[in-house]
């Protein structure tokens, strides 16, 4: 059984940085392309960022390009989202996801077929 373990999130000031960190366990992680989501209260789960298995190919959401960088270490299994420059609209659970298809685009949720519980990251003064 596939299991992603989010951790690195917290409470920070506007113009912060942050480092994301999905452990995961289970499976083989070197052969699935990763992503993150992001939802924040009383909206939909909406893509942020993903990486290929191999990590050649990087898909980001235009709202975060620029500010957030993925990446990963397959010897480690962990897949990394560095948050720079955040801004009070970056406010929203983070979960990384292990995408299970290639059928439509990186950044469709239905990719995806283990997710992880999520961390809690605020951006606020």
């Known amino acids: 059984q596939v299991q992603l373990v989010e951790s690195g999130g917290g409470l920070v000031q506007p113009g912060a940085s942050l480092r994301l960190s999905c452990a995961a366990s289970?499976?083989?992680?070197?052969?699935?392309?990763m992503g993150w989501f992001r939802q924040a209260p009383g909206k939909e789960r909406d893509f942020v960022a993903a990486?290929?298995?191999?990590?050649?190919?990087?898909m980001i959401e235009d709202s975060v390009k620029g500010r957030f960088t993925i990446s990963r270490d397959n010897a480690k299994n962990t897949v990394y989202l560095q948050m720079n420059s955040l801004k009070p609209e970056d406010t929203a659970v983070y979960y990384c996801?292990?995408?299970?298809?290639?059928?439509?685009?990186?950044?469709?949720?239905?990719?995806?077929?283990?997710w992880g519980q999520g961390t809690q990251v605020t951006v606020s003064s």
């Open positions: 289970g499976g083989t992680f070197g052969d699935n392309d």
């Open positions: 990486i290929s298995w191999s990590g050649r190919r990087i």
């Open positions: 996801a292990r995408r299970g298809r290639r059928i439509a685009t990186a950044s469709d949720p239905a990719e995806y077929d283990y």
